[in-house]
């Protein structure tokens, strides 16, 4: 079946540092959407991309989608205490059923 | 403006027991999904609901089962509660059946004993 690969899995980082997280589809999407969920808390939305090769940004966040339309990435800059939690990649199957990735944890170092 | 909410909040079932949870959609969408989220898990899709019609299905057995009522609010029933089956159950409610944003509530945590 279609499958979405997130990693890492986890990543550490010491505040002020960039964090990256890449998400694969084993099929082309139509479009991907990306979440944040904080320690204890639900999935929030943070932006979707629709375009090949599309790419936007949120402040300090970078999204990116694959020319392809099988790749994403998210990159945060200047990592920040309020950055943490664990980033979710949704791609959008043909079917328009959402495939989720398995989250990239974003724990800052002390 | 109302986000979406959930009911109830946390429960404890034993095995074989069945289970009802609640949602009522954020003002203004008709469409509502249910995930379930293991801990440390991502969310896995088990079914949407549109038109108070299920239009798509994840992979879970028939044990889990849904309805959405004429004011779009909905249910997930789980039937025959296995301790696997304990989770965080988020509803997600989105408008149309055209994948967009997704807005989730708090969720349900079910703990099966």
């Known amino acids: 079946g279609q499958q979405v690969m997130q990693i890492p899995q986890y990543q550490h980082v010491q505040e002020g540092e960039d964090f990256t997280t890449y998400c694969n589809s084993s099929t082309t999407l139509s479009n991907i959407q990306w979440y944040k969920q904080r320690p204890g808390g639900h999935p929030v939305f943070l932006i979707q991309?629709?375009?090949s090769g599309e790419v936007k940004k949120q402040k300090r966040l970078t999204f990116q989608f694959g020319e392809a339309k099988k790749n994403s990435s998210l990159h945060i800059t200047a990592t920040q205490t309020t950055d943490v939690g664990t980033y979710f990649c949704?791609?959008?199957?043909?079917?328009?059923?959402?495939?989720w990735g398995a989250g990239t944890k974003l724990i800052i170092k002390p | 403006d109302a986000g979406v909410t959930q009911s109830p909040t946390h429960l404890i079932k034993t095995r074989g027991q069945q289970v009802t949870l609640r949602c009522s959609p954020k003002s203004g969408h008709d469409t509502v999904s249910w995930y379930q989220q293991a801990l440390g898990q991502g969310p896995q899709f088990i079914f949407q609901?549109?038109?108070?019609?299920?239009?798509q299905r994840g992979n879970f057995p028939d044990r889990f089962s849904g309805h959405q009522f004429p004011n779009y609010s909905s249910e997930l029933n789980v039937n025959a509660l296995l301790l696997g089956d304990s989770a965080l159950y988020l509803c997600a409610s989105s408008l149309g059946l055209i994948t967009g944003e997704l807005f989730f509530g708090e969720g349900s945590r079910l703990t099966v004993l």
């Open positions: 991309l629709v375009k």
């Open positions: 949704a791609g959008c199957a043909s079917n328009y059923q959402l495939i």
């Open positions: 609901y549109y038109e108070e019609e299920e239009r």
